[in-house]
């Protein structure tokens, strides 16, 4: 049988998992550039309410990890104090070691004591703490193998769904596709010598933040290393895409809980499999959210004939018929702005779209419209989606069709 390894989303699992183990093992974090590692990690320690000491070693001395030898004027003899940072730790923060890959081999040498023995140079006993290196394979420094056995070496890829949840929250941006291959290709393509701006998650966040302040013609693409026209289309497409994408989940998220709902009366359905699935439905924050909770339905141990009816229901017409739920309420919003229709038949025709056309289709919602039941603002709907081919007519019907 295939062994199937569960996938570690983000920097913040490793550190729950290593976090069981911090008096005896140190991790290090490496990764190309731009894969947000120092900024996971503060995350995580502000989710704990762990304290965050980061020390960059690319610019520190080895005296500052080792401490400081000073005469002591009582004992005529040296002494060697400790830095400040170190005494402040309590049980359970975090000491990073950034740019751990570029610091030079005599500071790496100081930090082994502290890593292995958990001694400060003073003799003074760490308190328990979670030491985390992080750097990049690009770094300069040739470390010795001593220093490299004090860690478990770890190797973080990019992750699209890491990197465009946190877009979504952070930017309100929804990036697209094209977009996040763009990425993907740096990453695959390497970090030439010659070039400047590496289209990194980093870059690529940093350029979405920029494009949401100033217009595509702006001088500023034009004079920016790396950034051609495409690149630019993306970066607003993503930006634009947003409220597109979060109306389309909401109306396949109420589709889904509506199939769900429907199945409450069939024979064989159990009631708290459905709420059950129904309520991890509506913690979908994504698309892709949704994608990996049909997954999880499928592979889950909800009594299979429940399952089975809501997978098969889903793979059916009924899909086709949420898409066309979709098209019907972006319609109605559409006409109703027109102007001249009550509210309270606006919001009748919505409720009766959301409602009936998941399970039933089309058909008969648009034939209602047609014979009035929704006053004037259906046969506006009616005539709209057929006059622009958004839906077809309904079967044996023949009706003028002037929008």
Same mark, same amino acid.
């Given at each position: 049988m295939e062994r199937r390894l569960e996938k570690v989303r983000n920097i913040k699992t490793y550190l729950d998992i290593?976090?069981?183990?911090?008096?005896? $093992?140190?991790?290090?974090?490496?990764?190309?550039?731009?894969?947000?590692?120092?900024?996971?990690?503060?995350?995580?320690?502000? =989710?704990? @309410?762990?304290?965050?000491?980061?020390?960059?070693?690319?610019?520190?001395?080895?005296?500052?990890?080792?401490?400081?030898? $000073?005469?002591?004027?009582?004992?005529?003899?040296?002494?060697?104090?400790?830095?400040?940072?170190?005494l402040d730790m309590k049980d359970g923060d975090v000491l990073a070691f950034d740019e751990?890959?570029?610091?030079?081999? $005599?500071? +790496?040498?100081?930090?082994?004591?502290?890593?292995? =023995?958990?001694?400060?140079?003073?003799?003074?006993?760490?308190?328990?703490?979670?030491?985390?290196? $992080?750097?990049?394979?690009?770094?300069k420094c040739d470390m010795l193998?001593?220093?490299?056995?004090?860690?478990?070496?770890?190797?973080?890829?990019?992750?699209?769904?890491?990197?465009? =949840?946190?877009?979504?929250?952070? +930017?309100?941006?929804?990036?697209?596709?094209?977009?996040?291959?763009?990425?993907?290709?740096?990453?695959?393509?390497?970090?030439?010598?010659?070039?400047?701006n590496y289209m990194t998650a980093r870059t690529v966040t940093n350029l979405l933040k920029l494009a949401k302040t100033v217009n595509s013609s702006n001088a500023i693409w034009r004079n920016m290393y790396g950034v051609d026209q495409d690149l630019i289309d993306e970066l607003y497409a993503s930006i634009n895409n947003n409220q597109n994408d979060l109306e389309d989940l909401e109306l396949l998220k109420y589709g889904l809980c509506t199939i769900l709902q429907s199945l409450t009366h069939e024979l064989n359905a159990d009631i708290n499999s459905l709420n059950r699935m129904r309520a991890w439905i509506q913690e979908c924050k994504t698309m892709s959210d949704i994608k990996k909770t049909l997954k999880n339905i499928e592979e889950s141990s909800n009594p299979p004939d429940t399952k089975t009816l809501? +997978?098969?229901?889903?793979?059916?017409?009924?899909?086709?018929?949420?898409?066309?739920?979709?098209?019907?309420?972006?319609?109605?919003?559409?006409?109703?702005?027109?102007? @001249?229709?009550?509210l309270s038949s606006i919001v009748d025709l919505r409720s009766a779209i959301k409602n009936r056309v998941p399970n039933e289709g089309t058909q008969e919602l648009l034939k209602n419209c047609l014979n009035g039941k929704y006053n004037d603002v259906g046969l506006r709907l009616y005539s709209y989606v057929i006059a622009k081919g958004i839906l077809d007519k309904?079967?044996?019907?023949?009706?003028?069709?002037?929008?």
């Open positions: 290593l976090d069981q183990h911090r008096d005896e $093992m140190a991790l290090a974090l490496m990764s190309d550039p731009g894969l947000s590692k120092t900024s996971q990690c503060k995350q995580w320690c502000e =989710e704990h @309410g762990r304290q965050y000491f980061e020390f960059i070693t690319s610019q520190r001395m080895p005296s500052e990890i080792s401490g400081m030898a $000073m005469p002591d004027a009582d004992t005529k003899r040296m002494k060697i104090y400790d830095f400040d940072y170190l751990f890959t570029n610091g030079n081999i $005599m500071t +790496l040498n100081a930090c082994l004591t502290l890593i292995q =023995e958990r001694n400060m140079m003073s003799g003074r006993k760490l308190p328990s703490i979670l030491i985390v290196a $992080m750097g990049n394979p690009q770094g193998p001593q220093t490299k056995q004090r860690f478990l070496w770890l190797n973080v890829k990019f992750d699209e769904d890491t990197w465009c =949840e946190w877009v979504k929250k952070e +930017l309100n941006v929804v990036p697209t596709q094209k977009l996040i291959n763009i990425i993907k290709k740096t990453y695959r393509s390497g970090f030439g010598i010659q070039d400047y809501f +997978l098969e229901r889903i793979k059916s017409d009924a899909t086709e018929n949420i898409a066309d739920m979709n098209k019907l309420v972006k319609a109605l919003t559409h006409v109703s702005k027109l102007g @001249g229709y009550s309904p079967e044996k019907q023949e009706v003028s069709e002037d929008a």
